[in-house]
Nanobody, 123 residues
């Protein structure tokens, strides 16, 4: 599967952005999906994950209540709605696909990656 992330940009603290990830192929619904982010000089870390059906979601503690992950299997899309953004959310955001449905939270568990989209939150 090929992934294409979009929707990043510059936003003021407290603002919102919606990231989108378009997936190619007919088997999108068989992949668990995740959003990761990588800030300058830091490792790539999980932000949120979603099961194949969309019924189960995981969020890292720092984004709970602010970010929402969702997917539309009919459109081969996964989204990350980000509200109440903070400067510490600044990073390159990546979508990733996992052949399993285990809501993995580590980079090594994901099989396919998008190219990343930059989110910059100004204070």
């Amino acid at each position: 599967v090929q992934l294409q992330a979009s929707g990043g940009g510059l936003v003021q603290a407290g603002g919102s952005l919606r990231l989108s990830c378009a997936a190619s192929g007919r088997t999108f619904s068989t992949y668990g999906m995740g959003w990761f982010r990588q800030a300058p000089g830091k490792e790539r870390d999980v932000v949120a994950t979603i099961s194949r059906s969309g019924s189960i979601k995981y969020y890292v503690e720092s984004v709970k209540g602010r970010f929402t992950i969702s997917r539309d299997n009919a459109k081969n899309m996964v989204y990350l709605q980000m509200n109440s953004l903070k400067p510490e959310d600044t990073a390159v955001y990546y979508c990733a696909a996992d052949r399993t449905d285990r809501l993995h939270t580590t980079v090594k568990e994901y099989d396919y990656w998008g190219q990343g989209t930059l989110v910059t939150v100004s204070s």
